[in-house]
Every structure is written in structure tokens, then in C-alpha cells.
């Protein structure tokens, strides 16, 4: 017969001992029975499912024990046995639901039965349950008996709102606030009666029953009873719980948050239609997303939260979320949060929840829609990532490493036009100071930097202008370093184990992962790759875009064929980089700091005069010559001016 109990009933507590989460009411209580001093009227209150009615027995059974009264039934005598979980009750202890039975004319009847003597044991045990449904006529008619009771009588109540119990009640009882299970030890109660049901679960399956339960006892039992009913011949797994629970899988929060890191709108929106065609609710995406940036804010705050039991998820989702939180950064992981919440407020009654889901993803990835504090906060954190990564760059060339001239191999030097390759010998040297402050940057070819020679080649573009033939008009090609092949790999060309190269999409998903790779050969060739960004795949050529700064130092082949032996020990194959030019590279922000750019001709038909060309200007000159990090590094004083913050030191 007890198989078929409920497992809520079936393990239900017998003693204060088995009471889970609430040593605040057990202790006390089990102290104040074993000196003696027993109350004639207790308050519990708390929520649902959290063990009010099951002390309120164990209590009635402490009392009436032929030990008692002890805080240690001894579970032999009628009255234990008749007051165990699943016993038949005691004709001393009456329990009373208060919402049938609250009303004026019940307090009455009951205060008439109340001063008849207990029939066999120590104390007479009303159990009022509910007890926040009991009118204002049934409290005041019970008040003088709660006030001066027989010494055989004590009172229970029990109530998910002891705000509603009368005062002139609730004063005279003793209130013990019973409060939710935390999620490790109902975990712990969950582990221990499977391993009692004798059917196996999978360890992912277990948090989310916990969470599904919400810290209630009764309701989490509920949920997994429900499980191991439906349970296969391989036990609950993970794909069941999550069908029948309606939890979003853990891998789209995963590709989400990857996405938005990686600054990949389409895999944005590319996940939320396939938590829409899976037939999932976009609220309860959204707010288990939601759940995921809290987990990841506190990864950000502390970096053993999952050690100290601040996060309840699967160890394998540690290392994961780790790194998520690294790549987010605090200050944009918290604007995302603020943007979820405030959409979950919106996304109550709308006829359009994947509207509002579509909405909010656009919110996360526009920082610059937006003057608020928070989206200045996250930019002034990409600006700050950024302008570390290049100030390191540099300094791990000059320290020597693993990229010597010796080790790069020899490169035609970039195609230049004869007026500017060959500088007029009455040319001014340009200023000393000035030199040593360019040597700081890796000097750049004139296929990224433009046609015009830098300041300090000391070129007299005026002197030079008579003897240049004239330009065409044509529209001029993005500039691009040359391709350089990630060197020779042991794997055969199309030996890649999915068969067909992926697309620029997929390689963007896995680009941490290859990240991760590239860092155990080469930290310089990382901190270079932090501040990319796949662009393109054709085949097994992919393109990557940079900085002006730092496109040609990416472009060596010391740094591409360490991206290419990671790309071939991730995914397999024959790879080659190709890198060119960016402004919207590893997720920064440049649109606000970029230097300004010459305007090119409207129309290929048209030929523009040498004299009339803008390039020519001195202005020109040195808005090209000049590496974009200066204006990187202005727009980062004056967004920390704004703040307040404390400057950079570069």
C-alpha cells in the first residue's frame, strides 16, 4: 500500500531530526521540550511545502509520547505509531482545515468540545491549518479559549500568511517562521531518495527538479515523483526532464551567450528561432537567460562561487560559465540583465513575445543606442580591453619571444609608387621626438596605411605632386595584407572529420574554443586573435578582420600558422588565413573613435585632378600616418572623464 503513496507522503519527516532546512524552529523546539516548557499556543508560518504541517504532528506526537514530553518520540507506543507519517491518527490530536471551516459557528462548536478532557493521552491537540482563513468572528470567538486554555489543551496554526492572523491571536502564541529549503540540501534530500527509489537519474536532471521546485519540499518531490513515473528503462534523463519541465536547454543559453560575446548577430537571432521552432516559451527563455547573467555576474564578482555553493548548476557547466563570464565582462553582463528584466516586465500579456525577445536581443548589441549610464559603462570597458591588448602587442616584440626577425620569413616588400618610394633628397628630416614616439607601434605597409608616406618619412607631397601621373576616380578596394597559409599540417587537404569546411557561422561558435588552443602555443598570437574577428569562409580559407593596428602583425606567418594548427586540432583539415582591414573587430566598439577617413570619388566615370585630390592635404597625411589607437586612446580619457573614472595608464 505504501508504494503507492506519494513520495511527498512517503518520506514525510517523523522527527524534528529528519526536518530539513529549518534547524531555526526544530532546535528551539526540541529545546524547549526537553526542559518542560511546552506553550499552550504556536504560530507556524512560512510558505508552501516547507514542513509547518509535518512539525505540527511531530509536535502533537513529542507531547503525547508515553516518554514524553521528549524531542525524541520513541515511535512504540499507540500514540507514535498512530501519529507516524502514515498512521491512522490520534482521537486526541484533531486537525482543522480553516478554509471550510473558519467561520463564527466552527470556533463555537469547537470551543465547546475543547474543555472535554483528552481521551488517553497527556494533551488535547488542535491543529488549525490555514489558519489565515479563519474570519475576524471565528478569531474573536476563539479568543478567550486561546487566551485560557485548560492545561490539556494546545494550539497549532499553521499559515502562509500570519499577517492576516488576528493580533490579538498572533500575540499570544509563540511564532516560529518557517522558511524555503536552500537549494544544496533539498539537492542532497532529492540524491538520497533516488538512491532510495532505486531508479537512476542523471546528475543534470537533479537541479532541474530543484529549481523546478522552488524550495519547496513538497512541490520538489512532486516534480521528481512525476519523473520517475514516467521513468524508461534507462532511468530519467536529461532530455525527458527537460521536455516534460519546460526548461530551456542549456546549450541554446550557451550559443546566446556565445553569440553575444562574440558579437555575431546572426547566431543571436539565429538562436532565438530555434527556441521558437522548439517549441519553447520566449518568457521562460528569457528568464532562464536571465538566471544565466545572474550566475555569470556572480562568476564575474567572485571567482569561486561555484566552490563557496553561490551557483547551483553541473560541474561541467563550470568551466564553461567561467569563461563566459571573462569574455562578458562585468559591467556588459549586468546591462544585460537590466535589459532581460525590464523585457520580462514587458513580455507580461503581449500578443508577441518573440517581438519582445527579438527586441531585446537588438537592445543587448546596440551599446551606442543608448546614453545611459550602464551602455557608457560597457563601452568604456570594451575600450579599456582594447587599449590594454594593444599597449601589451607591442612590448612582446620588443621583449624578444618566440618572433624574431630571423624567424619571419621573407616578404616582398609592398608595392609603392615612384614619387613616394624615392623621397626628395632636400627633404627635412622629420622631429626626433616624434620618431621615438611612432617607434612604439609596429610599423604598417602602405597598403594599409594609404598611398600618402607617413609624417615621418619627411615626404614633401607638394614638392612631389608636379612629376605624379594622374589617378583614376575608381572607387579604391578596402585594403587587405596579403593572405599568408597557415603552414604545412600532417592532415591531408579535405581530411576535415565533418565533411564539409563549415561556414563563417560555425567557426564563429567555436572561435573560443580555437582561442583556447592558440593560448597553449602562443600568448602573444592570443592577445593578437582577442581583437579579431572572422568575417568570411570559403572552403578551408578564412578571413579575419583587425585593426589597421594590428591587421599586418596578425598577417606574419609566425601568428597564422599557430591559427591554423588550431583550427586543424579543433575542426581537422588544411586551413588558410587571409586578414584585412576592420573596424568592428572581437566585439569593440571603434565607430565612436575612429579616425577620420578620406572620402573617396562617387563615380569609377569621373577622373579627379591630382591638386583637387584630399589625400594631398597635410591633414590627410597625418590622420593616415598616425595609428588609430591615439584616437582609441582619447576617446578612452573622454568617456572616463565622463565618468570619473581613474585614467588608464598606457
Known amino acids: 500500500m505504501s508504494g503507492n503513496l506519494a513520495l511527498y507522503r512517503k518520506y514525510r519527516s517523523a522527527t524534528f531530526a529528519e526536518v530539513i532546512g529549518q534547524d531555526h524552529v526544530t532546535d528551539p523546539l526540541r529545546h524547549a521540550l526537553a526542559n518542560g516548557r511546552v506553550n499552550h499556543a504556536y504560530l507556524f508560518s512560512g510558505p508552501r511545502g516547507c514542513g509547518k504541517t509535518s512539525s505540527a504532528r511531530i509536535l502533537a506526537r513529542s507531547l503525547n509520547c508515553a516518554k514524553g514530553p521528549t524531542p525524541d518520540p520513541c515511535g512504540e507506543c499507540d500514540s507514535c505509531r498512530e501519529l507516524a507519517p502514515n498512521g491512522s491518527g490520534s482521537i486526541d490530536v484533531i486537525e482543522i482545515d480553516a478554509a471550510s471551516h473558519g467561520g463564527v459557528d466552527d470556533a463555537r462548536d469547537l470551543r465547546e468540545r475543547a474543555f472535554f478532557a483528552p481521551a488517553r493521552d497527556r494533551y488535547k491537540v488542535y491543529i488549525i491549518d490555514e489558519a489565515h482563513m479563519v474570519t475576524t468572528g471565528g478569531f474573536n470567538a476563539l479568543l478567550k479559549l486561546v487566551e485560557e486554555p485548560p492545561d490539556f489543551l494546545v494550539f497549532i496554526f499553521a499559515t502562509t500568511e500570519p499577517d492576516k492572523v488576528l493580533t ?126 545572474r550566475d555569470l555576474i556572480l562568476l564575474d564578482a567572485v571567482p569561486e562561487a561555484f566552490d563557496r555553493g553561490l551557483i547551483d548548476a553541473p560541474p561541467d557547466q563550470a568551466a564553461l560559465m567561467s569563461e563566459q563570464a571573462a569574455r562578458l565582462g562585468g559591467a556588459t553582463v549586468t546591462r544585460y540583465a537590466e535589459i532581460v528584466h525590464t523585457a520580462l516586465l514587458e513580455m507580461r500579456g503581449t500578443t508577441a513575445p518573440r517581438l519582445v525577445l527579438e527586441l531585446l536581443c537588438a537592445r543587448m548589441q546596440l551599446p551606442d543606442a543608448t546614453t545611459d549610464s550602464a551602455a557608457i559603462l560597457q563601452r568604456l570597458e570594451r575600450l579599456e580591453r582594447r587599449n590594454s591588448l594593444l599597449a601589451d602587442a607591442p612590448a612582446v616584440v620588443e621583449s624578444g619571444g618566440s618572433d624574431t626577425a630571423a624567424d619571419r620569413p621573407t616578404q616582398p616588400p609592398p608595392a609603392v609608387p615612384a614619387a613616394v618610394a624615392e623621397p626628395p633628397k632636400t627633404a627635412p628630416a622629420a622631429p626626433k621626438a616624434e620618431k621615438t614616439e611612432r617607434t612604439a607601434w609596429p610599423e604598417a605597409p602602405a597598403s594599409i596605411w594609404g598611398a600618402a608616406a607617413p609624417a615621418e618619412s619627411g615626404v614633401d607631397t607638394a614638392a612631389a605632386r608636379p612629376t605624379q601621373p594622374p589617378r583614376p576616380a575608381a572607387a ?123 572620402r573617396q570619388a562617387s563615380t569609377p566615370a569621373q577622373s579627379t585632378p591630382v591638386e583637387d585630390d584630399p589625400r594631398d592635404e597635410p591633414e590627410f597625411e597625418a590622420s593616415v600616418a598616425a595609428p588609430p589607437v591615439d584616437s582609441e586612446a582619447e576617446a578612452l580619457r573622454l568617456l572616463q572623464a565622463q565618468l570619473g573614472a581613474r585614467p588608464v595608464k598606457e
Open 168 to 293: 490579538t491571536i498572533r500575540s499570544r502564541t509563540h511564532h516560529y517562521p518557517f522558511r524555503l529549503i536552500p537549494p544544496n540540501i533539498l539537492r542532497a534530500h532529492v540524491e538520497k531518495i533516488c538512491a532510495a527509489e532505486g531508479i537512476p537519474v542523471e546528475p543534470a536532471v537533479l537541479p532541474l527538479v530543484v529549481k523546478a521546485g522552488g524550495g519547496s519540499a513538497r512541490d520538489t518531490l512532486s516534480i521528481l515523483d512525476q519523473l520517475l513515473a514516467g521513468a524508461g528503462p534507462g532511468g530519467v534523463t536529461y532530455d525527458v526532464a527537460l521536455g516534460l519541465l519546460g526548461v530551456t536547454d542549456a546549450t541554446l543559453l550557451d550559443d546566446m551567450v556565445d553569440a553575444l560575446a562574440a558579437g555575431d548577430a546572426a547566431a543571436v537571432y539565429g538562436t532565438v528561432d530555434r527556441v521558437v521552432e522548439a517549441g519553447h516559451d520566449p518568457t521562460r527563455f528569457a528568464s532562464d537567460l536571465l538566471d544565466r547573467f
Open 476 to 598: 579604391p578596394q578596402p585594403p587587405t595584407v596579403p593572405a599568408v597559409s597557415g603552414g604545412a599540417t600532417s592532415r591531408p587537404r579535405g581530411s576535415s572529420t565533418g565533411g564539409a569546411a563549415p561556414d563563417a557561422t560555425a567557426l564563429r561558435r567555436l572561435w573560443p574554443e580555437v582561442l583556447d588552443v592558440v593560448k597553449q602555443s602562443s600568448k602573444r598570437t592570443h592577445a593578437l586573435l582577442m581583437n579579431a574577428q572572422i568575417t568570411a569562409a570559403a572552403g578551408e580559407t578564412v578571413t579575419l578582420a583587425a585593426p589597421s593596428a594590428l591587421a599586418k602583425m596578425i598577417a606574419e606567418q609566425s601568428n597564422t600558422a599557430v591559427l591554423a594548427a588550431a583550427l586543424t586540432k579543433v575542426i581537422g583539415g588544411d586551413w588558410k588565413i587571409s586578414v584585412e582591414v576592420g573596424e568592428a573587430a572581437a566585439g569593440f566598439d571603434t565607430r565612436a573613435s575612429a579616425p577620420s577617413q578620406p
